[in-house]
C-alpha cells in the first residue's frame, strides 16, 4: 500500500483570525486520522512559476486514510471555523511505491 500526499497551497488568506480558529481544529483532526505533517509555511525558494504561497504538505498511510481525514466530523468542522477565509488548493496524490 503505497503512502499519501495532502498537499495544501494558500492563494490568499483574508481573514487571519478564521485562520487561527481552523488551525486549532484542523491541526488536532489531521493528526488524529494519521496525518504526519511534513512542511508547514511558505517557501524558502521558489522557481520556474513557483508562487510565494503558504504551503501544507501531509503525509497519511494510505489514500483511503487521507480521504477520511479530509471527510471527517472534526476536519468538516474546521472547514466551518474558516468558512472564506482563505482561498486554497488541496491535493491528495498517492505515493511512488
Do not use: C
Amino acid at each position: 500500500m503505497s503512502k499519501a500526499y495532502w498537499i495544501s497551497t494558500y492563494r490568499s488568506i483574508t481573514d487571519p483570525a478564521a485562520m487561527a480558529d481552523y488551525g486549532k481544529l484542523a491541526g488536532p483532526s489531521i493528526q488524529a486520522a494519521g496525518g504526519r505533517f511534513l512542511a508547514r509555511g511558505m517557501p524558502a525558494k521558489v522557481y520556474e512559476a513557483g508562487l510565494e504561497q503558504r504551503a501544507v504538505l501531509i503525509e497519511f498511510d494510505s489514500i483511503e486514510k487521507a480521504l477520511a481525514a479530509h471527510d471527517s466530523p472534526g476536519y468538516q468542522a474546521a472547514l466551518k471555523a474558516l468558512g472564506n477565509g482563505a482561498e486554497r488548493d488541496i491535493r491528495i496524490v498517492e505515493g511512488m511505491s
